[in-house]
């Protein structure tokens, strides 16, 4: 079992930044890799950023390429989603997730993930 609890959430003005963590305690050595996901009022959740915790390897979406940047911290297991050039179309509640099955290529799906955050939100004030 690997446990995960976000924090860093808030409201912030347009073009502000923020710095989201995810603490991972349990079974963290089994982490392939983890990911970001975020879910906007009316829409279904979506990638936002992924890492390998081995090697750190990276990949984000589209949307936040350019103005968001994962990364980790193995010694303190703690992931990290650094957020700048804030829009308010970024508001979200914002997801951690952990994948323990390797399969880093289907990293970009919540299907992919075994454990999850209870989320923090992130709200940018126009």
């Known amino acids: 079992q690997v446990q995960l609890v976000e924090s860093g959430g808030g409201l912030v003005q347009a073009g502000g930044s923020l710095r989201l963590s995810c603490a991972a305690s349990?079974?963290?050595?089994?982490?392939?890799?983890m990911g970001w996901f975020r879910q906007a009022p009316g829409k279904e959740r979506e990638f936002a950023a992924g890492?390998?915790?081995?090697?750190?390897?990276?990949d984000d979406a589209d949307s936040v390429k350019g103005r968001f940047a994962v990364s980790r911290d193995n010694a303190k297991n703690t992931l990290y989603l650094q957020m700048n050039s804030l829009k308010p179309e970024d508001t979200a509640v914002y997801y951690c997730?952990?994948?323990?099955?390797?399969?880093?290529?289907?990293?970009?799906?919540?299907?992919?993930?075994?454990?999850w955050g209870q989320g923090t939100q992130v709200t940018v004030s126009s």
């Open positions: 349990g079974r963290t050595n089994i982490m392939n890799h």
């Open positions: 997730a952990a994948n323990v099955r390797g399969t880093w290529t289907l990293h970009d799906r919540q299907s992919n993930y075994d454990y």
């Open positions: 890492i390998r915790w081995s090697g750190g390897h990276t």
